[in-house]
Structure formats: C-alpha cells, structure tokens
C-alpha cells in the first residue's frame, strides 16, 4: 500500500488539472445537500431553543370566543404564574383622514410577556400599554401615517400611541395574521366593547410552569378537571406548529432537490473519471508492461479520485456549514423565526456520506475499464476498445445505490415520498440511459442521408467510442430539471391569478351583530347600489371528538385532516351553500328540528376516516354539540366566498350566539366610501380587503418559489458541468475526426456545421422528452407536495426548455473550438 500511495500521490501532482471536473460537480452537489440540511436544522433549532418566547410561556391553553371561568382560572393559578391575551380582529380608524385599516388587537394582562421582553423603537413615550395608551406594529403607523402621540380609534375607545412595538417575543407563535398589531392592555380592550357574546376572539392562556410540573401534566389535569372545555392546548415544544410543519415538508423537498443535484454531479464525476482516465491509457499499459497488476492499476486511480473527492467534498461542507450564517446575514428577514446558529453534524455527515457514495457509485465503472487495458495498448491507441465493468463492478455499483436510496429514505420525515422521489431519479436515469443505447441504433440503422455533412453527423451518434449515451444522461437530465423547474415556479407565479373568479368579493366583513345586519345591508347598498351581498351565519370552534375518538386523544393527525387542528369556522345554512355540491348523503330538509345533522367536505373527511352516519363533536362557547354526519360536499374553494368545513343544520346552532359574515362585492370606485362608512357606523364590524390577503399569500408563494428555485439552480449548474464533461470527454476523437477531415479538403465551418447537426438532433429529441416528464413532475410536486392547483404558463415552460436546447447547442459548438485549432502534425504522431 505504500508503494500505491507513492504512485498515486506522484501521478495526482501532475495531472491535477485532469480532475478538475470531479472536484467542481461533487463540490456543488455537497454544498446543495448540506446547505439545505443546516439551514433546516438551524430553523427547526430556533424554534425549539425559542419555544417558550414563541408561545410565550411553557405551556398555553386557547379557547374561541370565550374566556376562562373563574374556576378555570384557579386551576391555571395552581399549574404557576399566568398570563392572559386576547386577540381578534378589529378596524384601526384614523378620524382626521377618515382612513382605516383592519388590524390585529390583542390584549394583554400586567404578567405579558412571561419570557422575553416586549420592546418599543426609541421615541415611545411610555414602556408598555395602559388604558387608553397602546403600542402598534410599523405596518399600521406606515399605513395610517400614526406616530407616538397620535390618536386613532378603535370599536368605541379611541386610543393614543405610546411607540412602535420593536421586539413582541411571541409574534412568531400568531401565525398568519390578516393586518398589524395593536397592542392594549385588558382595559383598553374592554374599553372597545368589541368582545360581546358571538364576536370573533380567542383567548389565550400562558403559564409558566412552577418546578417539578410538566407541560403534559398540566395538559393532563385541564382536560381532566373540564373534560368537553373546548380548549386547545400547545407547550413549549411546539409554539408555532404551522411553521414547523411548513419548515420540515419544505426541507424535505429541498433536500431531495439537493440529492438530485448530488446525483447529477455524480454523472459528471462518471464523465470527469472516464476522460481522465482516457488521457491515462498511455501511462496504464506503460505501468502493465513494467509489472503493475490490475489491482495495483485500480489501487492506484483510485487513491487519487478518493483524495479529489475528500477535497471536494471537505470544501462542500464547508460551504454547507456556514449557508445558515450567510442566508441570516443577507437575507435573514424572510425567514419564518431566526433560527439557531451553529454547526449541526448530522446534515454535515449525510452529505458527507452521499457524496463520497456518489463519487464511488459514478467512478467505479470508468476505473473497472481502466484496469482492464493492455500493455498492447501502447502500440493501439484509439484502436482498442475500453470493454465493459465485470459482474462483480456491477454488483458493487447496485449495492451503492441501493445504499445510498436507503440513507435518503431513512433520513426522510416522509419516507414513502423519498422512496417515490429516488426511485423517480432512479428510473429517469435508468430511462436516458436506454435513451441513449435507441438512439445509437437507431442511427446505425436509419438509411445514410445523401449529403456529406448530414451522414457525417449521423455517424458520429453510434461510431466507436461515441459519448451519445454521456450526451443523453448528461442533457436530459439537464433539460428535464429546467422544465421542472420552469413548471413549478410558473404554477407558484400564476397561483393567485388563476384561482381568484373574474368577479372575486372586494371585501370579507366579520362580526356583523345578527340584530344589526339589516341596517348593515342597507349602508352598503346605500354607499354602493348594486353590490353583490352574501351573508352568512358564524361562529368558531374547535372539533373536539370524531366517531367517538377524542381529538386530544389521536397521537397522530393526518397533514390533510387540518380541520382537526385548532379552532375551525362553524355556520349552519337551511340549503346547500353556493360553491357546492352534495356527493354522499342527503341534505335535511328545509324544515328539518331533529338530533343535530352537519354537512362535511368530502376530502376532509376521507383523510380522517369519516363517513357517512359517524359523529362530529364540536365545542361551542365551552358547550359540546354531537351531530351526526349527513353528507359529503364537494366545495369549489377558488370561488372566494365562505366555504365552510361543517355546515350545521338550523336547529343545532341557531340558539347559540352568533355574529354575521358577509361577502361583498361592488366596483372599485366604491370601495373606499363603503370601507370608511362601515368603520364610522359599525366600529365592531372588520372589514378584509381581499387584495390585501391576496397580496400576502402572493409573497408567501413568491417566497417559497425563490427557495426552490435557489435548490434548483445548484442542480443546472450541475447538469451545465456535467454536460462540459461529456463534451471534454470526446474531444481527443472529434480531434482525430477534425483532422482527417481537413486532410481530406473539408473547411472549419464545415467541421463545425457536423458538430452542430449532431447536437441539434440530440438537442431536439431529449427537449421532447424533457419537457413530459418535467411537466409531470412539476404536477406532482404542485398537486401533491405543496398541494396547490397546477397552473403552468406553457409558453414559458415551452421557451424554457428551448432555451436549454439551444443552450445545449451552443455549449457544444464552443467545446468544438479547440476541436478546430488541433494541429494535424501533431495529432498525427499520436495516432
């Protein structure tokens, strides 16, 4: 062994150069699979290290629309120190301007926050809210030109601020939000009379936990002691559940994106091998005739390449590591919660190991060929065939593969969807790779065109010692991740456009008094003649049991039965809601008064496992009411209006207290003088502009589109090395080629024009190719991944994948270049 890492170490020093391409594709690939696994870690880390800042306390119980007895009070006393907070939603109006803007109002008690401090910006002129005095977010003073001192009104108490809330420790356990927060005291709050029976509130209740008690004992004793209460409970482990979920599933993905980057790389370190070790085959048979053996050939090779590879991969962590340091530096506003800085030594290790796997996987076969030249070689070069890897490489290489699909599924938080993902790469390679063997004979087959130039590059695309089968992997895999790519991102940019109805509502108006509504219908007609009015009745609540399974109880919830989660909308209707059809079941008649019936959406209730005669529990204002399922709907969501989950009969909830939802639809023009009517004649009333909802998804979505197309991009550049690869690896034959033309009269143009037929062909085929499977996959990922419609802009995916193609053409005619300057003397001699 000494003796070979002498030879190999003596050989690498002067053919550093030869490796290049090897170190370039598994360095990007590394990089891209570390990057994303640290980044990951390091937001989940953040919220778990955060937890009690982001739920703000050890362990929170949250009720809808009601707020605790004084019982419960008592006990929550017993669990430790406690603080209350109550949100909802409310419209902040500016009286001088007559502006207004829907906003989050949360109250809070003297014991806000239990972790973490509440800071304002320099200028506030008191350090927390009193009274009358509040603190708001930065969106509501920029939107409603309000700065400490400033007066603005809310329900029926106008309120001063005292500053612009800087750090609220536990904003990141909110969630999505419709507008910026207010931030009163609990007498403020109730100086608003907004919290009436039926309006829509939540409250909150924080505790942190006196020594020796656990979250789940204390999670324990609450559903014990009021068993039916209705309230949702979420400790320090999970303070923003939503964002974890969204994190993990996201992380996963990208993860897998950066495999795939990793395994395209893997083609080009296949590539780089196979052409340096075709520069070797003068040294290989020298080293046979001298007395080396082929284990002492393989040996040898292979130190060097394991050496490259160490390097490559080293340098790949490195930059993997630090990917969370840099994104926080210069980009770290975008992320959900700052996440926890450090080096985390399991990403590290899992692309570690992939790329070293990789490396061996794609190097095994251009090494097994290598081994395999003669001494005769000497005297037989560009004659003598390279052969093909023996059973035993064979076996070695499957045995890596599967070795490496078992690392990715295993270290997936969705195994059967890693599995699918590999086995998708597995076979799309497995696919070009028989591509490539139809192509070549096809062409051996085809009959000979009469032109020259044309028969010339038929020839080229199955001659020995072709790289039509490198070309196909190397530009199929390429083009399939730009039609991909160009589908997804498409689908992400055209989302919103394509869901919103050519009449979409200009406003969502919560918690219309039920004894108000006729004076509230005519205002609007009054300020907008004509308008579309849709009201509905609404309240909210959690689901507490189905099927005679309580809801606490279910250690795991599926990810599509989300409306097990939190606090759902409830409403009941005399007839089936616009927007919907019955497709299970029957719907009760118009004058039904019998046990209590509800109505579900079919795909919520096939991911629980509900059917048709099971039970539905839900907690109104602390009250249990069982109804039994009596149809399946099957709702149009992209109509903009209420579609609600659970929809009761009349009789099961009309005795509760409950406000009106309404939808409203009217001209632009009439918008402003509705918005500012209803806020000076119905303070309780939130008005929800939809293009302001529609604006913040759109960012979410433009967001989530820029971090796959961040993942995605490692993955071309790969695919962009590994195609320079397949064209390096057969410039020793076309230079031969290119000499013996112009000995036999033909021009560089024409040379080059040869060259350029060949990978217009090559181009145009895998470019068909591409462009299904791409489309397929962008579908699945849109549809199934991130469960959203797939709306691709065809045209641009069409000019995408045709940019790639002639980029494709392009890249080749270049790599023809240094084709055209060789020397004919100097190849001759080589011959």
């Not at 494709?808 to 790599?815: D, K, R, S, V, W």
């Amino acid at each position: 062994m000494s003796l070979i890492w002498r030879l190999a170490l003596r050989d690498l020093r002067g053919s550093r150069a030869g490796l290049r391409l090897l170190a370039v594709c598994l360095f990007l690939g590394v990089a891209a699979l570390a990057g994303i696994g640290s980044l990951s870690s390091a937001i989940l880390g953040g919220l778990s290290e955060r937890g009690q800042l982001i739920l703000g306390g050890d362990v929170q119980f949250e009720a809808a629309q009601r707020q605790a007895d004084p019982a419960e009070r008592a006990t929550f006393a017993k669990l430790g120190t406690v603080s209350e907070v109550v949100r909802m939603r409310a419209m902040a109006i500016r009286p001088e301007t007559g502006n207004s803007l829907l906003s989050e109002l949360k109250g809070v008690d003297a014991a806000y926050p239990l972790y973490g401090q509440l800071a304002l910006k320099p200028g506030a002129v008191a350090a927390r809210p009193k009274g009358r005095d509040v603190a708001i977010a930065e969106g509501l003073s920029e939107r409603l030109g309000l700065k400490p001192g400033d007066r603005f009104r809310m329900g029926e108490a106008d309120f001063r601020v005292i500053g612009i809330i800087d750090e609220e420790p536990d904003r990141s356990g909110s969630g999505f939000t419709f507008g910026p927060a207010v931030l009163a005291d609990m007498d403020g709050l109730a100086a608003t009379q907004l919290v009436q029976p039926g309006s829509l509130f939540s409250a909150s209740y924080r505790i942190r936990l006196k020594p020796g008690v656990t979250p789940d004992a204390a999670a324990q004793t609450i559903n014990t002691q009021f068993k039916g209460a209705g309230w949702e409970v979420r400790d320090r482990t999970n303070g923003a559940p939503g964002t974890r979920r969204f994190v993990e599933r996201l992380g996963q993905f990208l993860a897998l994106v950066g495999l795939t980057a990793l395994a395209v790389a893997g083609i080009g370190v296949g590539n780089g091998v196979a052409s340096w070790l075709d520069g070797k085959r003068g040294s290989i048979a020298t080293m046979k005739v001298l007395g080396a053996d082929s284990r002492t050939i393989f040996l040898v090779y292979l130190v060097q390449i394991v050496v490259v590879a160490g390097l490559a991969v080293v340098a790949g962590l490195v930059v993997g590591a630090l990917t969370p340091f840099a994104i926080v530096r210069f980009a770290g506003d975008v992320l959900p919660v700052p996440p926890r800085l450090d080096v985390y030594p399991l990403p590290l290790a899992v692309a570690a190991v992939n790329g070293l796997l990789i490396a061996l996987l794609f190097a095994l076969a251009p090494l097994a060929r290598a081994r395999a030249v003669t001494a005769a070689n000497l005297f037989r070069t560009g004659v003598e065939g390279s052969g093909r890897p023996g059973r035993r490489v064979l076996l070695a290489m499957f045995a890596l593969a599967a070795l490496i699909a078992a690392l990715a599924i295993a270290s997936a938080r969705e195994p059967a969807f890693a599995a699918m993902f590999v086995a998708s790469v597995m076979g799309l390679l497995v696919l070009l790779t028989l591509l490539g063997g139809a192509i070549r004979g096809i062409a051996a087959r085809v009959p000979r065109p009469r032109a020259p130039l044309a028969r010339l590059a038929l020839a080229n695309l199955h001659r020995p010692g072709a790289q039509t089968g490198r070309l196909v992997v190397a530009l199929g895999l390429g083009l399939t991740l730009f039609a991909t790519l160009a589908v997804i991102q498409t689908s992400l940019n055209g989302q919103i456009e394509s869901t919103i109805p050519k009449r979409a509502p200009s406003f969502f108006a919560l918690d219309i008094p039920k004894e108000d509504a006729p004076r509230f219908r005519a205002l609007v007609d009054q300020k907008a003649p004509g308008a579309d009015i849709q009201m509905v009745p609404n309240l909210r609540g959690p689901v507490v049991a189905i099927a005679g399974r309580r809801v606490a109880d279910m250690k795991d919830i599926p990810d599509n039965a989300w409306f097990l989660r939190g606090d759902r909308g409830l409403t009941f209707a005399t007839d089936v809601p616009p927007g919907s059809r019955v497709t299970a079941g029957q719907w009760w008649p118009k004058d039904y008064a019998g046990p209590p019936l509800v109505s579900i959406d079919q795909e919520a209730a096939h991911a629980a496992g509900l059917k048709i005669g099971d039970s539905i529990i839900v907690s109104v204002l602390g009250v249990e009411v069982e109804a039994r399922i009596a149809s399946f709907r099957e709702i149009n969501w992209d109509t903009l209006g209420f579609n609600y989950v659970l929809v009761f009969d009349p009789a099961s909830l009309q005795g509760a207290p409950y406000t009106y939802a309404a939808t409203l639809a009217m001209p632009l023009a009439r918008e402003a003088a509705v918005s500012r009517a209803v806020a000076a004649d119905f303070p309780a009333v939130s008005m929800v502009r939809i293009k302001d909802v529609i604006t913040q998804v759109g960012d979410l979505l433009n967001q989530l589109a820029t971090a796959i197309a961040v993942a995605g991009s490692v993955a071309i550049l790969a695919g962009i090395a590994v195609l320079i690869g397949a064209i390096a690896a057969a410039r020793r034959a076309r230079s031969y080629d290119a000499v013996l033309l112009k000995l036999l009269g033909a021009t560089r143009g024409q040379v080059l024009l040869v060259q350029a037929i060949e990978y217009a062909v090559l181009g145009s085929v895998l470019s068909a190719l591409a462009l299904a499977i791409g489309s397929t996959a962008g579908w699945y990922v849109t549809t199934r991944v991130f469960e959203l419609d797939w709306t691709p802009d065809w045209p641009v995916v069409i000019g995408t994948v045709a940019a790639g193609g002639f980029g494709t053409l392009l890249m080749g005619l270049i790599g023809a270049v240094p084709v055209l300057r060789a020397r004919p003397a100097e190849a001759l001699r080589t011959l």
